[in-house]
Every structure is written in C-alpha cells, then in structure tokens.
C-alpha cells in the first residue's frame, strides 16, 4: 500500500500518462474556507474555476501566497478583497515602470522554505520607498505585477462596468461648470460620479495652472 503522497504521485502520473510529473512533492497546510474546513458535505467546496470567474487570477495568487505553504490558509472574502487592494497599490507604485532589479532580500526569503509572508513584506517595503521598477521585478518573481498600471486600471474599469465616454463627457461638464463659477452643478456631478463608483483627482499643471483632472475607479 503506498504512503499517502505515494498515493498522490502515483494517481497524477496515471492521470497524465507522464512517469514522473514532478522533482519536488510538497504537503500544504490545510484549508478553510470562512473558518470552516472545505466540504463538499458543507457546501462551502471553492475551485479555482469558481474563483476566476469573479477574481483576477493575481488577486487569487496573493491570497494564497500570504500564507506559508506549510500553515492552514483560511479562504474568505475579506481575504480576496485584501489582496485586490494591496495589488491596487502595487500597481499604483510600479506604474508603468519597466522592471529593475529584484530585491536580494526577497530572493533570499523565498529561498528560505518559500517564506512567501516576508517575501510579501518586503514587497510592501519596496512600495513604501517609491522604488516601483524594483517592485515590479521582485514581484514578478511569483508572477504578480504582470500588467501596467495602465493595464490594471483598465481592467478594473472594465469589470466595474464603468462607461468611460460618460465620464468623460460628466468632467467635461463639470469643467464647464467650474468655469462659469456654478460650484454647485459641479458639486452635483462630481456626487454622481461618486455613485458610478468614480473617484476624480483634480491637480494643477505646473507649467499652466490650469485645473487637470483625472478619474479612476474607486477602490
């Protein structure tokens, strides 16, 4: 009778007609899903299918990589929301950067038994000191920051369903607004933008003055 990962090893090679599927067989930790075990008797059974047809496949990758392989990882919602948001500001920091060079401390973590929670720590690192073409190699080592931060954003409008020629015709307006000094039209589009889920940054050109502003998908 073959020890259990004998068992999986044997069953996979079967299932692709492959003598060896693999070098390295490792055991995760278990998995929950909202704090409860994953059951087919519960219902509470996720498969990735299920999970990409709601979430980017980076948002799913993240979730998981928060957790060492070797420890329990609880699936929840709040899970993948976190994760979508730290992807947001990653994209914000990396831009549409070209990759630098990836962190030797992060190498070194994921060297470390996969130590894939410092890995992600020094990815937060790497944000906060603004070094976004180092962030963007460092990630990419997992297979996160694959797009441009123009590409995220796009997607992002795209899944929230947002017309972008309307909103661009409501700031056009809304300018039109400012202009004649009629604060309050403006006021009012800007609140219906915010209920489209648009949030809008206004800056000043430097070499201009003139009011510039640029909208995105509220986070």
Same mark, same amino acid.
């Given at each position: ?6 068992? /999986? ?5 079967? *299932? ?24 087919? #008797? ?17 948002? =799913? ?11 329990? &990882? ?7 929301? @976190? ?13 549409? =950067? !070209?990759?630098? #060079?990836?962190?030797? +401390?992060? &190498? ?14 020094? $990815?937060? /690192? $790497? ?6 073409? *180092? $962030?963007? !190699? ?12 123009? @590409?995220? /954003? ?5 899944? *929230? ?9 409501? &700031? !056009?307006?809304?300018?039109? =607004? ?6 309050? @039209?403006?006021?009012?589009?800007? !609140? +219906? ?13 430097? =070499?201009?003055? +003139? ?9």
């Amino acid at each position: 009778m073959f020890p259990h990962h004998e068992n /999986e090893r044997a069953q996979t090679c079967c *299932a692709f007609h492959e003598d060896r599927m693999a070098q390295v067989w490792m055991h995760n930790g278990f998995l929950q899903v909202e704090g409860e075990k994953m059951s087919k #008797s519960l219902g509470n059974f996720v498969t990735i299918r299920d999970v990409l047809n709601d979430w980017p496949g980076e948002v =799913a990758r993240l979730n998981m990589l928060r957790a060492h392989y070797r420890q329990p &990882i609880d699936w929840t919602l709040d899970g993948l929301k @976190e994760a979508e948001r730290t992807l947001d500001q990653w994209y914000d920091a990396a831009g549409d =950067a !070209a990759p630098g #060079s990836a962190s030797a +401390e992060a &190498i070194e973590a994921l060297s470390d038994d996969l130590n894939t929670p410092r890995f992600i720590s020094v $990815l937060h /690192e $790497l944000r906060s000191a603004g070094n976004g073409a *180092a $962030l963007r !190699a460092t990630a990419g080592l997992v297979g996160l920051l694959g797009m441009t931060g123009t @590409e995220w /954003e796009a997607r992002r409008r795209a899944d *929230a369903g947002v017309d972008e020629s309307a909103v661009v015709d409501f &700031i !056009a307006a809304r300018a039109a =607004a400012r202009k004649a000094k009629d604060y309050a @039209e403006a006021d009012r589009i800007r !609140a +219906e933008l915010d209920a489209m889920g648009v949030a809008l940054k206004d800056t000043k050109d430097p =070499a201009t003055g +003139e009011l510039v502003t640029t909208w995105e998908v509220k986070r």
